[in-house]
T-cell receptor
Framework: GENVEQHPSTLSVQEGDSAVIKCTYSDSASNYFPWYKQELGKRPQLIIDIRSNVGEKKDQRIAVTLNKTAKHFSLHITETQPEDSAVYFCAAPGGTSYGKLTFGQGTILTVHP | DVKVTQSSRYLVKRTGEKVFLECVQDMDHENMFWYRQDPGLGLRLIYFSYDVKMKEKGDIPEGYSVSREKKERFSLILESASTNQTSMYLC??????????????FGPGTRLTVT
C-alpha cells in the first residue's frame, strides 16, 4: 500500500514569513495529492489539491508543487497570518481505485504575531 | 453544502462494552470512511465502504467492525472496547469516479474515552 511521510512535524514562523511543508509518497501510481487543514477543535478541511498532470497549483497565498520523478510534493504558504495556525495533513491515494487516501503524520504550524 | 454528522461529540465507555459510532452524510456520496486520529500519527484509516453493504479494511482494522445498510449511514463498531481504543474518531465521505479520488468531507469527530 501507499506510505506517506510528512515533515516537519512542527513549524514555527513569524507573521509574514513563508512556510513550507513537504511530503514524500511511495506508490508511483498515486495521481492525486490533497492538503487538509485542521484548526483546533475543528474537522479537517481540504485547502488545495493537485492531480498528477500538473506540476504546480496556486490559490492566493497557498501553492502546492509536485515532483513525480522524486515522488514528493510540498505545500507553500506565503505571507503567513495567525489564522494560518493549524495542523496540516498531506495525503496520497496509492494505486487504489476506490478513492482511499493515506495521510501523512501532520504538521503543527504556529504563526506568531 | 455537504454535511457529515456524527452521533456523539464525546463518549465515555467502560472496558469490554460494545460501542457504536454512527455517521450520516447528506450528499449521496458513494464512499464513506472511518479514521482514528492520535497525536503524531495523523489520520489512520480503520475501514471504508464504497457502496451499500460493501466494505474494505483499512490500515488498522483490528478490534473494529463496520456496517453500511443504507447509502447515507456508516457505523463503526467496537466489539469489546479497550483502553487503547481511546481516541478521536473521524468519519468522512466522498464521491468516487473510477480511478479519480475526490475531496473527502469530514464529520466533527467523536472523542471516545474507554476507562
Amino acid at each position: 500500500g501507499e506510505n506517506v511521510e510528512q515533515h516537519p512535524s512542527t513549524l514555527s514562523v513569524q507573521e509574514g514569513d513563508s512556510a513550507v511543508i513537504k511530503c514524500t509518497y511511495s506508490d508511483s501510481a498515486s495521481n492525486y495529492f490533497p492538503w487538509y487543514k485542521q484548526e483546533l477543535g475543528k474537522r479537517p478541511q481540504l485547502i488545495i489539491d493537485i492531480r498528477s498532470n500538473v506540476g504546480e497549483k496556486k490559490d492566493q497565498r497557498i501553492a502546492v508543487t509536485l515532483n513525480k520523478t522524486a515522488k514528493h510534493f510540498s505545500l507553500h504558504i506565503t505571507e503567513t497570518q495567525p489564522e494560518d495556525s493549524a495542523v496540516y495533513f498531506c495525503a496520497a491515494p496509492g494505486g487504489t481505485s476506490y478513492g482511499k487516501l493515506t495521510f501523512g503524520q501532520g504538521t503543527i504550524l504556529t504563526v506568531h504575531p | 453544502d455537504v454535511k457529515v454528522t456524527q452521533s456523539s461529540r464525546y463518549l465515555v465507555k467502560r472496558t469490554g462494552e460494545k460501542v457504536f459510532l454512527e455517521c450520516v452524510q447528506d450528499m449521496d456520496h458513494e464512499n464513506m470512511f472511518w479514521y482514528r486520529q492520535d497525536p503524531g500519527l495523523g489520520l489512520r484509516l480503520i475501514y471504508f465502504s464504497y457502496d451499500v453493504k460493501m466494505k474494505e479494511k483499512g490500515d488498522i482494522p483490528e478490534g473494529y467492525s463496520v456496517s453500511r445498510e443504507k447509502k447515507e449511514r456508516f457505523s463503526l463498531i467496537l466489539e469489546s472496547a479497550s483502553t487503547n481504543q481511546t481516541s478521536m474518531y473521524l468519519c468522512a465521505s466522498s464521491l468516487w469516479d473510477r480511478g479519480n479520488p475526490y475531496e473527502q468531507y469530514f464529520g466533527p469527530g467523536t472523542r471516545l474515552t474507554v476507562t
